[in-house]
């Protein structure tokens, strides 16, 4: 299966916040050295970890991550599903900082995205993905990234709340997800065929990551939409179009590397 080939973490963070794409499809050359990955070995949720100014960070919450999906202890679920996204309340702690453990099998790891989203794989396969605090604005457009996820020493993932809304009870919203498309279905728009995608809770939540690991859903729902420019389409749709109600992908439309996909706003013309 082709995968968008990412060119510069720092388009890629223009694509977030300024529109403007990070990815294109091309050879391993093109391939930067991918974004660090930490294993995470097995902790107890008591378990204290240290930050580089030696405070110490004692997890909120742990996830837990097995064959079936994920669980939370230490945190609240307030709505949503495990595979399609839920939103989870993960508690401050007494030094105010939001920190979650991992734990899964061997080979456990978390890959933080330049958005601030997390994917956390297992030997290197995408099982499950982490947004803190992201707002989806309505309308076209995604609303801004108001939390990140950083990974500190020890492994915590640590949510770093400079601009990140704390809720009433004193907790943070925390989007965890497995599965980024709800449907698929094909139809036809502009007088061609078209490819209607209705992304799940965590595919409008989860930014690069989604952009990143995401396209194995749709391709796992319909083989057929496999097609030379529709994974672009796709990535441009998460990364800047996420609340549109469905992603509408066209396989008639040129394909074009992910820079240019955005600056046309996901809807490139032949010339």
């Not at 968008?4 to 720092?10: E, K, Q």
């Not at 952009?211 to 800047?240: K, N, S, T, Y």
């Amino acid at each position: 299966m082709r995968r968008v080939m990412w060119v510069a973490a720092c388009v890629m963070v223009a694509a977030v916040v300024a529109g403007c794409g990070g990815s294109a499809p091309g050879g391993e050359a093109n391939r930067p050295a991918p974004s660090a990955s930490e294993p995470l070995s097995s902790r107890a949720p008591g378990d204290a970890t240290t930050r580089d100014d030696d405070v110490a960070l004692s997890p909120s919450a742990t996830v837990t991550v097995d064959g079936q999906g994920w669980s939370v202890t230490g945190g609240r679920v307030v709505s949503g599903d495990p595979h399609s996204g839920a939103v989870v309340r993960v508690p401050l702690s007494k030094n105010g900082t939001v920190a979650v453990a991992l734990e899964g099998p061997d080979g456990l790891a978390a890959q933080v995205e330049v958005d601030g989203t997390v994917a956390v794989t297992v030997e290197g396969e995408f099982v499950v993905g982490l947004s803190a605090a992201r707002e989806v604005a309505s309308g076209d457009g995604a609303g801004d990234v108001v939390g990140r996820w950083a990974v500190r020493e020890g492994g915590a993932l640590v949510v770093e709340l400079a601009d990140a809304p704390v809720t009433h009870d004193g907790s943070v919203a925390v989007t965890v997800g497995i599965d980024s498309v709800g449907s698929v279905t094909w139809g036809v728009a502009e007088g061609g065929s078209s490819l209607a995608v209705t992304p799940s809770t965590w595919g409008r939540a989860g930014g690069v990551t989604v952009a990143r690991f995401g396209w194995a859903d749709v391709v796992e729902r319909d083989a057929d939409a496999d097609i030379p420019g529709m994974e672009e389409q796709f990535a441009c749709h998460a990364l800047g179009a996420s609340a549109k109600d469905t992603w509408n992908l066209e396989p008639w439309r040129p394909a074009v590397p992910l820079p240019q996909m955005m600056a046309a706003l996901c809807n490139p013309e032949s010339q």
